[in-house]
């Protein structure tokens, strides 16, 4: 994929991706993302820097125009907070900390729920008044299970995967013939592969665990877990953990190297595949020469509806029909029928004939495709795909010469098949967040983006804090947050 600035002609915030020459300025999560304002016609606004990996103000609020001058001070005000924001413990400490913890006797192994961190004996009683738990030592092989999940939303989204899910994902990995699994943002997938490697029942897998969550950095030695950003390829312990990826990444003695991601699903599309590209090209760098035109084997588990926004990106991917679902979202749930089906897919350029969907739970085998697909997505032979993105039953519009979701009707008026109550002879009513006419609301990039949504406010203002922009939609009556979810899930399935 090229490293180039986007010319996606929709109306909304661009991400600029670093073309080399200018640094970007860095904020406590590495360096920030240029983003730019780019208006209906293809005028452009003034460009910022912004936090990368938060797209939440309150979690990082960094803020600067691309050709601002900035002070002293206030560069000086910048690092103190990134010295404050850095973890207090190293990850090498961590490491020593864990041998001497799994060497203590079982009652005294303790976990600090509040400070989500385990306990050694001379560390009890500052924790004395803390929640803390016994710790078995099962437990401390599923650190996934033993830390709180980091539900905010909006920069860690931390959903974990099902037992299905996850032992679908191994199995399929081991049945491909992958020794060394890079899990960045798949923690969870993580402790399978070592909790597998125990049994001794099967051949050996390594895995490298890339997460900005450094509270795993508990639980794994420096060659198994780095603190990482994903959204800029950032690694915050510097050189030493960028050859750590390096020589995870050499493939020696028939060794087979896999990179499966699961990003929080706000996340921004090009700055991902930026990143993702650049750990291919390193692993494309270590190749010998005769398979140099390949690319590394990727799993990208993203919801459906960006499929376009991927492809454009990795033109080799295919979205395959396997449901990925989550312990902790109720809405994010394997289901064959209505509002229960996860939108969650897996996006890979491993070939789909190969990775072999679970007949038990719905999928069968299109030889015209040559890809597993889910029972309701029938092949339709005027478009010759089995084509249902969503896991329903599409059927095939001859107007329109397409399939189309269950739910749309061809309107004679729009020239097109369209939800019933549509908003018609309006045209094609794209993005209702961004003005793109490419996707829905539902699936704009930018959508839940309030950080950027107030940098537009402040982008328009000139700095100036105000609370409406022409872009920015004013703020609807607040609803639950099991409400809004309910009202996105109910939109997607429409
Ligand atoms: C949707 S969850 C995926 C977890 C996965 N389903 C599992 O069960 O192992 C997103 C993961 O990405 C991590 N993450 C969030 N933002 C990140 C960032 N900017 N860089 C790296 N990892 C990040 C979270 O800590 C979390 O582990
Ligand atoms: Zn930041
Ligand atoms: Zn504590
Ligand atoms: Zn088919
Ligand atoms: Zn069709
Ligand atoms: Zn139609
Ligand atoms: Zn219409």
Same mark, same amino acid.
């Given at each position: 994929?090229?490293?180039?600035?986007?010319?996606?002609?929709?109306?909304?915030?661009?991400?600029?991706?670093?073309?080399?020459?200018?640094?970007?300025?860095?904020?406590?999560?590495?360096?920030? %993302?240029? &983003?730019? =304002? @780019?208006?209906?016609? !293809?005028?452009?606004?003034?460009?910022?820097?912004?936090?990368?990996?938060?797209? +939440?103000?309150?979690?990082?609020?960094?803020?600067?125009?691309?050709?601002?001058?900035?002070?002293?001070?206030?560069?000086?005000?910048?690092?103190?907070?990134?010295?404050?924001?850095?973890?207090?413990?190293?990850?090498?400490?961590?490491?020593?900390?864990?041998?001497?913890?799994?060497?203590?006797?079982?009652?005294?192994?303790?976990?600090?729920?509040?400070?989500?961190?385990?306990?050694?004996?001379?560390?009890?009683?500052?924790?004395?008044?803390?929640?803390?738990?016994?710790?078995?030592?099962?437990?401390?092989?599923?650190?996934?299970?033993?830390?709180?999940?980091?539900?905010?939303?909006?920069?860690?989204?931390?959903?974990?995967?099902?037992?299905?899910?996850?032992?679908?994902?191994?199995?399929?990995?081991?049945? %491909?013939? &992958?020794? =060394? @699994?890079?899990?960045? !943002?798949?923690?969870?997938?993580?402790?399978?592969?070592?909790?597998?490697?125990? +049994?001794?029942?099967?051949?050996?897998?390594?895995?490298?665990?890339?997460?900005?969550?450094?509270?795993?950095?508990?639980?794994?030695?420096?060659?198994?877990?780095?603190?990482?950003?994903?959204?800029?390829?950032?690694?915050?312990?510097?050189?030493?953990?960028?050859?750590?990826?390096?020589?995870?990444?050499?493939?020696?003695?028939?060794?087979?190297?896999?990179?499966?991601?699961?990003?929080?699903?706000?996340?921004?599309?090009?700055?991902?595949?930026?990143?993702?590209?650049?750990?291919?090209?390193?692993?494309?760098?270590?190749?010998?020469?005769?398979?140099?035109?390949?690319?590394?084997?990727?799993?990208?588990?993203?919801?459906?509806?960006?499929?376009?926004?991927?492809?454009?990106?990795?033109?080799?991917?295919?979205?395959?029909?396997?449901? @990925?679902?989550?312990?902790?979202?109720?809405?994010?749930?394997?289901?064959?029928?209505?509002?229960?089906?996860?939108?969650?897919?897996?996006?890979?350029?491993?070939?789909?004939?190969?990775?072999?969907?679970?007949?038990?739970?719905?999928?069968?085998?299109?030889?015209?495709?040559?890809?597993?697909?889910?029972?309701?997505?029938?092949?339709?032979?005027?478009?010759?795909?089995?084509?249902?993105?969503?896991?329903?039953?599409?059927?095939?519009?001859?107007?329109?010469?397409?399939?189309?979701?269950?739910?749309?009707?061809?309107?004679?008026?729009?020239?097109?098949?369209?939800?019933?109550?549509?908003?018609?002879?309006?045209?094609?009513?794209?993005?209702?967040?961004?003005?793109?006419?490419?996707?829905?609301?539902?699936?704009?990039?930018?959508?839940?983006?309030?950080?950027?949504?107030?940098?537009?406010?402040?982008?328009?203002?000139?700095?100036?804090?105000?609370?409406?922009?022409?872009?920015?939609?004013?703020?609807?009556?607040?609803?639950?947050?099991?409400?809004?979810?309910?009202?996105?899930?109910?939109?997607?399935?429409?």
């Amino acid at each position: 994929m090229d490293v180039t600035e986007a010319n996606d002609d929709s109306f909304g915030i661009e991400v600029i991706l670093p073309q080399g020459g200018k640094t970007a300025p860095c904020c406590p999560h590495g360096p920030t %993302l240029l &983003f730019e =304002k @780019v208006c209906k016609g !293809g005028e452009k606004g003034r460009r910022f820097y912004a936090c990368s990996a938060c797209r +939440d103000r309150k979690d990082c609020n960094f803020f600067q125009w691309e050709d601002e001058k900035v002070s002293e001070a206030r560069l000086l005000a910048r690092e103190a907070e990134k010295q404050s924001k850095r973890p207090l413990v190293t990850q090498q400490e961590y490491c020593s900390r864990f041998r001497k913890f799994s060497a203590l006797p079982l009652d005294e192994k303790k976990f600090c729920q509040d400070c989500q961190i385990l306990l050694l004996p001379g560390l009890a009683e500052a924790h004395s008044s803390h929640r803390s738990i016994a710790v078995s030592t099962a437990q401390l092989t599923r650190p996934s299970v033993l830390l709180r999940p980091l539900d905010n939303k909006k920069s860690n989204a931390q959903y974990l995967f099902t037992e299905r899910s996850s032992h679908f994902l191994l199995d399929s990995l081991a049945a %491909l013939g &992958f020794t =060394k @699994v890079l899990c960045v !943002g798949t923690p969870r997938l993580q402790e399978l592969i070592k909790l597998r490697n125990l +049994d001794q029942k099967h051949e050996p897998m390594k895995s490298l665990l890339l997460d900005i969550d450094f509270r795993y950095a508990q639980f794994y030695s420096q060659d198994e877990f780095c603190h990482y950003n994903m959204f800029n390829h950032h690694f915050f312990d510097g050189e030493a953990s960028s050859a750590v990826l390096q020589a995870f990444l050499r493939e020696a003695d028939g060794q087979k190297v896999v990179m499966v991601a699961d990003p929080p699903f706000g996340g921004l599309v090009k700055p991902l595949a930026n990143t993702f590209s650049l750990i291919s090209q390193r692993w494309r760098k270590l190749q010998t020469s005769d398979s140099s035109n390949t690319e590394m084997p990727m799993m990208w588990i993203f919801p459906y509806f960006l499929e376009p926004r991927i492809l454009e990106c990795f033109p080799s991917f295919t979205m395959l029909d396997y449901q @990925v679902d989550y312990d902790n979202h109720s809405l994010y749930k394997h289901g064959k029928t209505g509002r229960k089906q996860s939108p969650v897919r897996l996006f890979t350029n491993i070939s789909p004939k190969d990775v072999v969907l679970p007949k038990d739970e719905g999928y069968r085998f299109c030889s015209i495709c040559q890809r597993f697909v889910f029972f309701l997505n029938k092949h339709c032979a005027k478009c010759n795909v089995c084509p249902s993105k969503d896991g329903r039953e599409w059927k095939h519009c001859s107007t329109c010469g397409k399939c189309v979701k269950p739910s749309w009707k061809h309107c004679q008026a729009c020239g097109r098949c369209a939800l019933p109550a549509h908003p018609c002879g309006q045209g094609e009513d794209g993005c209702f967040n961004c003005g793109s006419q490419e996707h829905k609301r539902k699936a704009c990039p930018l959508k839940d983006s309030h950080r950027i949504s107030s940098h537009r406010s402040k982008a328009k203002s000139g700095g100036k804090n105000v609370s409406r922009h022409p872009l920015v939609k004013p703020k609807a009556k607040r609803m639950s947050g099991g409400a809004r979810r309910a009202k996105k899930m109910a939109a997607l399935s429409k």
